[in-house]
């Protein structure tokens, strides 16, 4: 069971430069979010989306599109990339609602390192 | 408002002995779940605690044990018996059911763990 899958590991851009950053989940969850982290300052929500075709905004959204066709990927774009998007990006999914669900805690991909240069 | 604090940027506790880690939050949803995350210096993210705020009692899991004080809307990690591998950042969570259930986190406080 591979979870969720954040791609690349790495990656350098350079300022004006355009990426998107792949996240995709094989746990059928319809929660999935876009978190960054920056050093003291946690993990500050991007962008989330509740299921396919629904997508909002989190705390930090300026600079950053997502999408959601499919339950399984939600992919970041970044259209022009600049120095203060350098942080690491992580994805994460978790079944919606409650009842079972209420202490099902967010699954994380490994995180991807970005600079912007 | 910030909706998770943790006061602590870091902390050093010996090893086998126990440690707090603050945490307090900010909601006004009545149904809400409270998570501890472990992060070491490989980057992951580690799920550890959860409390719920229906719940009666404090949350335990193995050496972790969360200290869910609602009425000072506080959610503290204590670690008993802390081992060198504990050494990682630890990041308090929340999440409103009834905004979207969105997670939303503290900045965390990195524990360092001497022999």
């Known amino acids: 069971n591979a979870g969720v899958t954040q791609t690349p590991k790495f990656q350098v851009l350079k300022t004006g430069q355009s990426m998107t950053l792949q996240c995709a989940q094989d746990m059928n969850h319809e929660y999935m979010s876009w978190y960054r982290q920056d050093p003291g300052m946690g993990l500050r929500l991007i962008h989330y989306s509740v299921g396919a075709g629904i997508t909002d905004q989190g705390e930090v959204p300026n600079g950053y599109n997502v999408s959601r066709s499919t339950t399984e990927d939600f992919p970041l774009r970044l259209l022009s990339a600049a120095p203060s998007q350098t942080s690491v990006y992580f994805c994460?999914?978790?079944?919606?609602?409650?009842?079972?669900?209420?202490?099902?805690?967010?699954?994380f991909g490994q995180g991807t390192r970005l600079t912007v240069v | 408002a910030q909706k998770i604090t943790q006061t602590q940027p870091g902390m050093f506790v010996q090893e086998k002995e126990a440690v707090t880690l603050d945490c307090t939050y900010d909601?006004?949803?009545?149904?809400?779940?409270l998570f501890w995350y472990k992060q070491p210096s490989s980057g992951e993210m580690i799920f550890l605690i959860y409390?719920?705020?229906?719940?009666?009692q404090n949350a335990t899991e193995g050496r972790y044990s969360l200290n869910f004080q609602k009425a000072r809307k506080s959610a503290n990690l204590v670690i008993s018996a802390s081992q060198l591998g504990d050494s990682a950042m630890y990041f308090c969570?929340?999440?409103?059911?009834?905004?979207?259930?969105?997670?939303?986190f503290g900045s965390g406080t990195k524990l360092n763990v001497k022999p």
């Open positions: 409390q719920g705020s229906y719940d009666q």
């Open positions: 909601t006004s949803d009545p149904s809400y779940g």
């Open positions: 994460a999914s978790r079944p919606m609602g409650g009842g079972e669900y209420m202490n099902t805690e967010a699954f």
């Open positions: 969570a929340m999440r409103e059911v009834y905004n979207f259930n969105k997670f939303y």
